[in-house]
């Protein structure tokens, strides 16, 4: 038996058949981080902290690195997913390896454009400071959507991107089904094509497939996980529209815009002149 799966049945032991994330699940976390090395982990939908567990308890084998998990504190009053958080973290010894995050938005999409714009610069740049992602909460092409495209802006090159309940669908599960409530009391409600089609199969499908900045995209044998790896491009140029930052991220961006274009305009400095041809 090798040395990594000691200390992966020692966790699952700790684990204790703690919901959500599986023994199988979590083994293939291990494999790919002992393949892949990751240093920084976002696990976004954390309920009751299992998922946070596996992957923490794999960045403590390796010896480096740190989870965040975010989820929601609407429920906070009423459930008790966060004290289960905090018995998992200790009854396997990590909690030194895990931020938790409880955040009052009405969903992680809010969290992650904060995260971006923490990381982002005068100029506009966002740094990436994760190498792995994995995504397990509302299973809602609206939301995940979104959370899947802030996710990339913080994904490092080479970094992976997990989607969880690809075949997920909300037909039969009424509680899970979420409705928009207005102030008037109308409601926007799933259509029939939105509960029985799987949200993040189709995300996988039409979001991420052909998207720029993913490639080695697999999913597992059950269907359940798909997998994406952020590119490992060069650096990207920002290239900024200056007739349209004003109106769309305000005086950031338009001061970054207004820079590089004085930066071109600047002449050179006459000793580094081209000698004419
Ligand atoms: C399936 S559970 C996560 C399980 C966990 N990753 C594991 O494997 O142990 C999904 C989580 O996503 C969270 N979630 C769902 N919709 C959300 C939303 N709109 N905003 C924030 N969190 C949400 C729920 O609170 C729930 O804790």
Redesign the pocket.
Known sequence: MTAWRRSFDELVAAIDNN???TEG?GLRIWEHFVEHQPRDVL??????????AYMAGALRYLGRGRVVTV??NQ?DDRSP?KEWVEAVLQRCGLRDWVDTVRMP????AWWLLEEVRRRTSAAGVCTPGYDFI?L???K?LT?DTTAVILAERLLRPGGWLLL??LNWTFEGREEFVPTTMLGNGDRYVLSAEERTVPHIAALFDHVLRDHPAFSNLRVDEDREWGWAQKVRAERRELVVRTELVGDVSGRVLLRAALDKVRARARPRPAGRRKPRA
């Not at 696990?43 to 946070?52: H, L, M, N, P, Y």
């Not at 938005?105 to 992680?108: A, D, F, G, I």
């Open positions: 919901p959500i994330m699940q696990d976004i939908g954390t309920c009751f902290g299992t998922s946070a989820d929601s429920f997913a938005h009405s969903s992680y994995y397990d909460g509302a809602s939301i969880d309940d």
